[in-house]
């Protein structure tokens, strides 16, 4: 099994910056394609980006440029780093790690862009 935690999340006024952190255990070392996703209150997760073990990234549309994702394979962690933050990125952010066919996910943190 997998246990993925995120932490980084809080209160930020917009155009500044947060940087999440998911941290894995278990047999974290093993995941393959890890995200960030997003949800806020009555609507569907939605993708923000993801990489795989190899450092190929790929972004949700309305975060390019302003987020970057990485990954330490040998702290089995990643990051989401985000910049230029606005009112619409508030929202829970989850980490998600992929295992074969399985998913893993995180508890969430609450991300809120607030003036």
């Known amino acids: 099994q997998v246990q993925l935690v995120e932490s980084g999340g809080g209160l930020v006024q917009p155009g500044g910056s947060l940087r999440l952190s998911c941290a894995a255990s278990?047999?974290?070392?093993?995941?393959?394609?890890m995200g960030w996703y997003r949800q806020v209150p009555g609507k569907e997760r939605e993708l923000v980006a993801r990489?795989?073990?190899?450092?190929?990234?790929d972004y949700a549309d309305f975060v390019k440029g302003r987020f970057t994702i990485s990954r330490d394979i040998n702290k089995r962690t990643v990051y989401l780093q985000m910049n230029s933050l606005k009112l619409e990125d508030t929202a829970v952010y989850y980490c998600r790690g992929a295992l074969g066919t399985a998913a893993f996910w995180g508890p969430g943190t609450q991300v809120t862009v607030s003036s």
């Open positions: 990489i795989t073990p190899g450092g190929m990234t």
């Open positions: 278990g047999r974290g070392n093993a995941l393959n394609i």
